[in-house]
Structures are given as C-alpha cells and as structure tokens.
C-alpha cells in the first residue's frame, strides 16, 4: 500500500481529513505539525518564536525522515514543501494530494485562529495569504499526484473525494501472465 500525503495551505483540512480518512481505512495517521508540538512540548508558533524558522523546519525534516512508514496517511505542515529535500523524500515516498483552495477560502478558515500561525501574526489580510499561497503554489503543484478543490465545500462533502483518490492509489494492480 502506498503512503498518501495530504498537502496544501493553512486551513484547507489536511488534519481533518488525514484523521478520517485514516480511521476509515484503519490505517496510521501522522499529522507532521502534531508529531513536532508533542515533541517539543510547545506550540509550532513558540517553536518559531523562541527557536527560529530553521530549527522549526529542521524538525519538519526530521519527523519526515523518521516517521514515515509504507501505508500511512500524512497530514503535512503548509511550508515542509518549501525544503528541496523534504520534497524529494515525499516524492519518493508516496502519493501526494494537494487540497487546493483560493485564498479568499484560506482567510475565511483561520480567520478564528490566524494568530496561532507564525507568518501571519503581525499582518493578516487576503493579500498577505495570497502572498505566502503564491510563494507555495509552485512547490504544491510539483509534487501533486491529485488536486482536489475545497472552495465551498465541507469536509463531509470533502471526505468521499479523499477516501476516492485513496481507493485509486491502492486499488489492486492487474498481473499479465505470458
């Protein structure tokens, strides 16, 4: 069975969908940001704060090294594809669902908990998403096996769509015998 990866931005439901879609298939689940606050014992902004960028993404790399067994489902954190190794481990090491969305949608989900995110705790505005969406989309789109659109939907609409793709990624492979 293929690992499958849910990426994409702040507030697209990489977590939600991750935990339900792993319970459902009874699989393991590794949210990459969960994995580092336990971890640390403190929050991803504390981390930022007190540590700096470099050490939280070095942690990013780490969980991703050493965590990742065949078959599971990932949630990973919005940034990890900004690090050229991380995508390389990811590429090679499953199947990636990009949650895609407009920033407009992004600034409606963690408008309740922006200031929870580092890079928006100064400045949180449509344009300082689409900034930091621009800066990502790049990165999201190279490693993308699937896309899947959550502009206006739930994620009760959005669970069908992931446990689909799954189901695609590990159908069983038709054997030709000559």
Same mark, same amino acid.
């Given at each position: 069975m293929e690992t499958v990866y849910l990426e994409g931005f702040h507030g697209v439901g990489k977590s939600m969908l991750g935990k339900v879609l792993a319970s459902r298939k009874n699989l393991a689940y590794l949210?990459?940001?969960?994995? &580092?606050?336990?971890?640390? !014992?403190?929050?991803?902004?504390?981390? =930022?704060?007190?540590?700096?960028?470099? $050490?939280?993404r070095n942690l990013e790399k780490y969980i991703l090294k050493n965590s990742i067994?065949?078959?599971?489902?990932?949630s990973t954190g919005a940034g990890i594809v900004l690090d050229e190794e991380n995508r390389h481990l990811i590429k090679k090491s499953g199947r990636v669902v990009y949650l895609?969305?407009?920033?407009?949608?992004?600034?409606?989900?963690?408008?309740?908990?922006?200031?929870? &995110?580092?890079?928006?705790s !100064?400045?949180?505005?449509?344009?300082? =998403?689409?900034?930091?969406?621009?800066? $990502?989309?790049?990165?999201?789109?190279?490693?993308?096996?699937?896309?899947?659109?959550?502009?206006?939907?739930?994620i009760e609409e959005l669970i069908p769509e992931v446990i689909a793709i799954?189901?695609?990624?590990?159908?069983?492979?038709?054997h030709i015998y000559i």
């Open positions: 949210d990459i940001d969960s994995a &580092i606050v336990e971890k640390e !014992n403190r929050d991803i902004k504390t981390i =930022v704060q007190e540590s700096g960028v470099e $050490y939280y067994t065949q078959g599971m489902i990932v895609r969305a407009k920033a407009s949608t992004i600034y409606s989900n963690i408008e309740n908990y922006h200031n929870d &995110i580092a890079i928006f !100064n400045n949180f505005t449509v344009l300082q =998403v689409e900034k930091y969406l621009d800066m $990502y989309k790049a990165y999201y789109e190279e490693l993308q096996n699937y896309a899947i659109d959550v502009d206006d939907k739930s799954y189901n695609f990624i590990n159908k069983p492979k038709a």
